[in-house]
C-alpha cells in the first residue's frame, strides 16, 4: 500500500449555530470552532460489501465549541452583549452509515464515499461563557446560565442537524481525499483475488 501523507486535521467550523431563536431571546455562536472529533472510540462496525455499506457505532469522549456568543434578550427593555464561549460535550454516541461506490478510472479501479448519514447522541453539555468576571454583566450571565440550564434538551435538538451535517461533510471530504490516491484493489486486496 502506498504511503499517504494526510495533513492532522483543521478544527471544523460553523459559521453560524442558533441555541435560541425566540421573540424574547436569540442566541447564536459564530465562528464556531469543533475540535475533539477525532478522539474517539469505535464501538462497533457492520458492513456489507455487496453493497458497499458500513454501519459504525462510535463515540466521541468530548467535543469542545469554541466561538463568539450573540446574545439578544427582551425583558423590559433590549439586552444585547457578544463574547467569547465554550460548550463541552462529554461522551457523545454517534451512529454513522456510510455508503462507498467503485468507479473506473484509467482502466483503474477506485472507490469513493458517495453518501454519509450521521446521527449525534448528545446526553447534556457544559456552557460556559469565557469572559464572565466581567463584573458588570454578572445578573446577565445568571440570567443566561439559568435559561440554558433549564432549556437543554431545546438547545440539544437545535444544535445536534448542524453539527451532524458539518462532521459528515468533513468526513467525506477526508475519505476521498485518502480513496482518490488508493485504488480498489490496494484497499480491498482479499475482494479482488475471488473469481
Do not use: W
Amino acid at each position: 500500500m502506498p504511503e499517504l501523507n494526510i495533513l492532522p486535521l483543521e478544527p471544523l467550523t460553523l459559521k453560524n449555530l442558533t441555541i435560541f431563536h425566540t421573540d424574547n431571546l436569540k442566541a447564536h455562536m459564530r465562528e464556531v470552532k469543533i475540535y475533539g472529533f477525532c478522539d474517539f472510540v469505535v464501538n462497533s462496525v457492520y458492513t456489507d460489501p455487496t453493497r458497499h455499506h458500513f454501519n459504525l457505532d462510535l463515540n466521541f469522549k468530548r467535543l469542545y465549541l469554541n466561538g463568539t456568543y450573540d446574545f439578544d434578550l427582551r425583558v423590559l427593555t433590549q439586552i444585547t452583549y457578544e463574547g467569547l464561549s465554550q460548550i463541552i460535550i462529554d461522551n457523545v454516541d454517534v451512529k454513522v452509515e456510510l455508503d462507498l461506490k467503485p468507479i473506473t478510472k484509467n482502466g483503474n479501479r477506485y472507490i469513493y464515499a458517495s453518501k454519509i448519514s450521521m446521527n449525534i447522541d448528545i446526553k447534556d453539555f457544559t456552557y460556559k461563557i469565557v469572559d464572565e468576571d466581567k463584573k458588570e454583566l454578572a445578573d446577565f450571565y445568571k440570567i443566561i446560565g439559568d435559561i440554558i440550564d433549564t432549556n437543554k434538551e431545546n438547545i440539544v435538538k437545535q444544535v445536534e442537524p448542524p453539527i451532524e451535517k458539518e462532521i459528515s461533510k468533513n468526513v467525506i471530504s477526508v475519505l476521498n481525499d485518502v480513496f482518490r490516491r488508493i485504488s480498489y484493489e490496494e484497499l480491498f486486496p482479499e475482494k479482488t483475488r475471488i473469481v
